[in-house]
Nanobody, 123 residues
């Protein structure tokens, strides 16, 4: 049974930093590529970042490049999203998700999703 659980969200001010974590249980974590998506209130879910199985390749939406870093620790079955210089527009519920194949940018390629953790950035 696969479970993805996010943590680390909270309320911060613009310019602050925050690190999100996602723990994957119930399978061989290293065989799955991982991604982060977010959904702001009243808006559709959008891609944020993704990482390959080994962690040697990462992908980011343009608006977070240079500010966010996606990483993983396969020994801990953990995925991370380090967020720096947070902006008001980063406010959303952040979800981690796993995929076996397909585009890292496409939410439909991911087969399991966490419950989400809320990030609120005040200005």
């Amino acid at each position: 049974q696969v479970e993805l659980v996010e943590s680390g969200g909270g309320l911060v001010q613009a310019g602050d930093s925050l690190t999100l974590s996602c723990v994957d249980s119930g399978r061989t974590f290293s065989t799955y590529a991982m991604g982060w998506f977010r959904q702001a209130q009243g808006k559709e879910r959008e891609f944020v970042a993704a990482i390959s199985r080994s962690g040697d390749a990462t992908y980011y939406r343009d608006s977070v490049k240079g500010r966010f870093t996606c990483s993983r620790d396969n020994a801990k079955n953990a995925l991370y999203l380090q967020m720096h210089n947070l902006k008001f527009e980063d406010t959303a519920v952040y979800f981690c998700a796993s995929r076996y194949s397909g585009s890292p940018y496409y939410d439909g390629a991911y087969d399991h999703w966490g419950q989400g953790t809320r990030v609120t950035v005040s200005s």
